[in-house]
């Protein structure tokens, strides 16, 4: 009898400790294995001293301990129930930041230990990847996966004054969706025609930079400089449907982009294959006003530069 009510109480305490959440925005904290924000209980109850495990949509785990739980007016409270809001103080055990999968908002929170469903996962994020994934590669005989970052499809019909280029380009960059590999493919045509048509490596410029590993200490850059390299390297528009300040296009990449080296030379090459990309919106730019609202919006990155 007094086993069973002993495995009774540990039966009731391991419930009491069951819950379920979702990370909200979390921040760093002055050390690279804290970080500090929002969790939305979805269920049960969590408390302080507790330890989590996050999941990113790719099955990667990140344990934490919750060491300090704030509510409603930043006062410090012991728990947090499913409906409450909380603020949360999280010591991971590795560096949460780290790899294209690094901890953020809408990841699954279990009790540490709970055995998640991490293929289910996984094929929910890769279902969810499939729908916006919109450029296809081979890239050196194995598969390659992108899509359109954010204002990365683009047509300045005036050029950029005293910032990249004085002429007309179009610009197009795609980054690769399947972690940890942060590669993104950047290609601007110069003088663009708006309609179908083909260009070769005197026409563009090309930047295909980043890590396969996530690691940025083996960060490396491919492509050239237009008219400094004329690799084969092609793209053809095979779509061109225009209407006011937007173009629906799409088109095929091939060919090979050499590796690029601040000190010396390198024989290595990236190769291309059967590229494909469909029905992309481009936004297009008439004046120099435009622009500029563009590139504050998109934070000043993603043109190349001389």
Same mark, same amino acid.
């Given at each position: 009898?007094?086993?069973?009510?002993?495995?009774?109480? %540990?039966? @009731?305490?391991?419930f009491a400790q069951t819950f379920t959440a979702e990370t909200g925005y979390l921040y760093l904290g002055d050390k690279e294995t804290e970080m500090s924000g929002g969790l939305e209980i979805k269920s049960?109850?969590? &408390?302080?001293?507790?330890?989590?495990?996050?999941?990113?949509?790719?099955?990667?785990?990140?344990?934490?301990?919750? !060491? &300090?739980?704030?509510?409603?007016?930043?006062?410090?409270?012991?728990?947090?129930?499913?409906?409450?809001?909380?603020?949360?103080?999280?010591?991971?055990?590795?560096?949460?930041?780290?790899?294209?999968?690094?901890?953020?908002?809408?990841?699954?929170?279990?009790?540490?230990?709970?055995?998640?469903?991490?293929?289910?996962?996984?094929?929910?994020?890769?279902?969810?990847?499939?729908?916006?994934?919109?450029?296809?590669?081979?890239?050196?005989?194995?598969?390659?996966?992108?899509?359109?970052?954010? &204002?990365?499809?683009?047509?300045?019909?005036?050029? !950029?004054?005293?910032?990249?280029?004085?002429?007309?380009?179009?610009? @197009?960059?795609?980054?690769? !969706?399947?972690?940890?590999?942060?590669?993104?493919?950047? %290609?601007?045509?110069?003088?663009?025609?708006?309609?179908t048509a083909s260009y070769t490596a005197k026409d563009m410029e090309v930047n295909f930079s980043g890590t396969v590993d996530g690691n940025s200490a083996n960060t490396t850059i491919f492509g050239f400089v237009n008219g400094k390299a004329t690799p084969n390297f092609t793209l053809e528009i095979t779509k061109w449907q225009a209407s006011?300040?937007?173009?629906? %296009?799409?088109?095929? %990449?091939?060919?090979? @982009?050499?590796?690029?080296?601040?000190?010396?030379?390198?024989?290595?090459?990236?190769?291309?294959?059967?590229? !494909?990309?469909?029905?992309?919106?481009?936004?297009?730019?008439?004046?120099?006003?435009?622009?500029?609202?563009?590139?504050?919006?998109?934070?000043?990155?993603?043109? @190349?530069?001389?």
């Amino acid at each position: 009898m007094k086993k069973i009510l002993f495995l009774l109480l %540990i039966s @009731l305490n391991t419930f009491a400790q069951t819950f379920t959440a979702e990370t909200g925005y979390l921040y760093l904290g002055d050390k690279e294995t804290e970080m500090s924000g929002g969790l939305e209980i979805k269920s049960g109850v969590i &408390k302080k001293n507790d330890k989590i495990d996050i999941y990113a949509p790719t099955g990667r785990k990140f344990t934490a301990t919750i !060491v &300090k739980i704030s509510g409603e007016n930043r006062q410090e409270v012991n728990q947090i129930k499913a409906g409450e809001y909380g603020y949360f103080d999280l010591k991971f055990t590795e560096n949460p930041s780290t790899g294209k999968d690094y901890v953020n908002k809408g990841f699954k929170v279990y009790p540490a230990g709970f055995q998640a469903n991490t293929g289910a996962m996984k094929a929910e994020a890769d279902a969810k990847l499939s729908t916006s994934v919109n450029f296809k590669s081979t890239l050196d005989g194995k598969a390659f996966r992108g899509k359109v970052t954010y &204002k990365g499809a683009s047509l300045w019909r005036k050029g !950029v004054k005293n910032f990249a280029y004085n002429k007309p380009y179009l610009q @197009l960059q795609f980054a690769c !969706v399947d972690a940890p590999d942060t590669r993104t493919l950047t %290609i601007q045509v110069f003088n663009p025609k708006e309609s179908t048509a083909s260009y070769t490596a005197k026409d563009m410029e090309v930047n295909f930079s980043g890590t396969v590993d996530g690691n940025s200490a083996n960060t490396t850059i491919f492509g050239f400089v237009n008219g400094k390299a004329t690799p084969n390297f092609t793209l053809e528009i095979t779509k061109w449907q225009a209407s006011g300040n937007k173009a629906i %296009i799409s088109g095929k %990449i091939n060919g090979e @982009l050499p590796e690029v080296k601040i000190l010396g030379r390198s024989t290595k090459v990236n190769r291309f294959e059967n590229g !494909v990309f469909e029905n992309i919106e481009v936004e297009i730019f008439n004046d120099q006003a435009d622009l500029k609202e563009m590139i504050k919006a998109a934070g000043g990155g993603g043109l @190349l530069k001389n």
